[in-house]
């Protein structure tokens, strides 16, 4: 377990694949953790990013800050700093505390929320948590970004009409599950498809008892309804016939799977991860795929995707499933989801650097390519456009059109790559 103030595991993509080099080298892979583990170290109170203008901002507070105490309570969790907030009195200023490089910092605070985005927001795929979650469970060797760019969602933009638009960037999760679980050498084996009937409460509470982890898709409460995650116990006496508990993103708490499972699969070791350059290879020939369009799964990808966002700017509310009051907030989870995903494409992108050396000058030139998107992202993030307000969603449209260009010629970067490997 980690302790309390060491700020967080900070391993980056080269070390990662120098970890996974040696673990192949010595045939012995990193010591087993405790499930939900993963997701505990997310829900960690510790900033990605300071809000644009807000407080936190304004106060310096810097990413990799993590937050000790809110108003003289400790807090382990994104959880404790909510109920902490609202604990508070109104009115009056409150003093946080937070680590940073080893040394305890306090700043005073209005009280409510800080204008924090919590390191849980850098990894926004349910689905690469939840592999993440349960390799290292097995004793395997997990990197999240690394899984992330295997689903494909941090290599392209998914969009879909009838689904809420903060959750479009990770329309993809599931779609290449039999190909991660090549590359990775998992066996993933269906125990439940909601399209082929069946109990799922059932199928789901055998493999768990045959000792199992099990990776779920759905059933989770609101508003994680439809994130993958991991099952991780069955208990006989809750509810009528028991109840189902695990992890999903954005709790450090197991919860209830209340709702209901779209598919859930047992999941076993196998004979680790395939070769580096043929990972490389498949992730970038998703990228291709993904970018150029699909409509084949009920979601428009890549290109098609911006189209779709590009679109939807030119209309109030921007988005039509969850109405005027929550479209602004929809519209910064998914722009940040976009910056969380592009950021993870690059760190993948780094380590691979290391895997073909030969094609460091190209991997530099996509790299740099993601950064120039991360910047517009940024750029729109911290502007004073609102949504809502038709004229400034189409400067935002107009900046959004911006990184799609970059999008068109970073394909043609891939099918670069992609020829040469």
């Known amino acids: ?127 690469a948590a939840a592999l993440t979650d349960i390799m290292r469970s097995l004793g395997l060797f997990a990197d999240y970004d690394w899984l992330a760019a295997l ?57 768990l008892e045959a000792g199992y982890p099990v990776l779920v898709r759905g059933g989770w409460p609101m508003p994680r309804a439809g994130f993958w995650g991991v099952a991780t116990r069955f208990d006989p006496e809750e509810g009528e016939r028991g109840l189902l508990f695990g992890y999903t993103l954005d709790s450090a708490e197991e919860q209830p799977l209340t709702g209901g499972i779209v598919e859930a699969y047992v999941v076993r070791p196998g004979m680790g991860w395939d070769d580096l350059d043929d990972v490389l290879a498949l992730v970038l020939t998703q990228a291709l795929e993904l970018g150029l369009g699909r409509t084949d799964f009920g979601w428009r990808t890549g290109l098609q995707a911006y189209d779709e966002l590009i679109t939807g700017l030119d209309t109030v509310p921007f988005c039509p499933v969850c109405g005027p009051e929550e479209s602004p907030v929809c519209f910064e989870r998914l722009a940040w989801s976009m910056v969380a995903h592009k950021e993870s494409a690059v760190r993948f992108l780094e380590a691979m650097r290391e895997v073909v050396p030969e094609e460091a000058v190209l991997v530099d030139e996509i790299v740099g390519d993601l950064r120039a998107q991360i910047g517009k992202l940024d750029g729109i993030l911290r502007s004073n456009t609102r949504i809502g307000l038709l004229e400034d969603q189409r400067r935002i449209a107009m900046a959004l059109a911006e990184v799609q260009v970059i999008e068109n010629d970073l394909l043609g970067l891939y099918e670069q790559l992609l020829g040469r490997l």
């Not at 609202?86 to 204008?115: K, M, N, W, Y």
């Open 151 to 207: 689903t494909g969602e941090s290599f392209t933009l998914a969009a879909a009409d009838e689904e809420c638009r903060a959750w479009w960037p990770s329309g993809t999760a599931g779609l290449y599950l039999d190909d991660l679980a090549l590359m990775t050498g998992l066996d993933l084996h269906p125990v439940y498809l909601l399209e082929e009937g069946g109990d799922a409460l059932a199928a789901v509470r055998d493999a």
């Open 1 to 127: 377990m980690m302790r309390r103030g060491e700020g967080g595991r900070r391993v980056t993509a080269v070390a990662a694949l120098a970890l996974l080099l040696t673990i192949v080298a010595c045939g012995r892979g990193p010591a087993p953790t405790a499930p939900g583990d993963f997701y505990r170290e997310l829900a960690r109170p510790e900033v990605w990013k300071p809000v644009p203008h807000q407080q936190a901002e304004l106060l310096g507070l810097e990413p990799g800050d993590l937050l000790l105490s809110y108003n003289g309570e400790p807090v382990l969790t994104n959880a404790d700093v909510v109920t902490a907030q609202e604990r508070a009195t109104r009115g009056q200023s409150v003093i946080i505390t937070v680590l940073r490089d080893g040394r305890e910092l306090s700043f005073e605070v209005e009280p409510g929320p800080i204008g924090v985005l919590p390191v849980a927001m850098r990894r926004p795929s349910s689905l």
